[in-house]
Structure formats: C-alpha cells, structure tokens
C-alpha cells in the first residue's frame, strides 16, 4: 500500500507562523530545490518559496499551506533529498522504513517517522556505527540504500528570480 498523506493531519502554516510545522514545511521545499533556510520560522523568503511552490502546481497562491500544499509537498518528496526525523512524514520517509524493513529493522510502514521508527534508525545507526541520533542524513541514506547514489541534488531555484541557478 503506498503513502497516502490525504490520511494525515495537516497544520495551516501561515506567514510569520514559528515551530516545528514550519521547519518541515522548510525541508520540504529545500527537498523540491528551493534554497531557503531550515530555522522554523515562517518569514519572507518561506513566503516567497511557498508562493512559487503553490503557482507551480497550479494551487490557490495565498503563501498559506493546507492540506493540499501538504500533500504535493510530502507526495512528490523523493527519499534521500532532505534529513528526516522524528515528527516528519512523507513519501520519504515511507521509503525509509521499507529500507529499514529489508536490512532487518521492524518499523511500521506508515510515511510517519513515529516513535517506533525512531527506535529501528537508532538500532540501525548503532548497528553501523553512525552517530545514533535518530535523524537520517545523507550517509543514513547512502548505507540503508547499499551505497545506490541518491537522487541529484537539484539545483536551488533562485525563486525571486524564477531561475535556477548555475
């Protein structure tokens, strides 16, 4: 069964919102290439990005993230493009867990870094050594996928412009 996140609750982000929603609405759009800053506070530039974000995918242009926002955001997610935690969800971290499910580790296959995915990445990272953090990064990704490469990097939008950057 894929991930579906039309079964997740979804905050409203809004300008000038602070907290850990607004950090991972920050991830979010770094995954999908958008150079912006992950501190959890919904500013300007969020703004900006999320705008972008929302006329690319034909969605109302208010710089507030709903439900809809959120599910082209952690739908189109490809793993292995932004650090994942405890308290994010998304197609990423779905693949995460059936990563860790095939090299031996029993989370839930949800897309919802739960408390029990935190206990299989930190069994994993201390299997392998890793600094056992619970937080998955580009080495994380690199060993759980058998050393495959990830996905490019995207190039960061310069979003205030409407190109990417060389």
Known sequence: MPFDPSKLEHPVVKPWDRGSAVAELQSLLFAHGYDIRIDGDYGWITEVAVNQFQGNHGLRIDGVVRADTWHLLKTNVKAGTRRVKRGDSGQDVYEL???????????????????????AVLEFQKQYHLLANGVIDEISWTILTGGKKLPDKKKRLSWLFGKSRL
Do not use: H, K, S
């Open 97 to 119: 867990q059936g990563l860790l499910l095939v090299n031996g580790f029993n989370p839930p296959r949800n897309g919802i870094f739960c408390d029990r995915t935190e206990a």
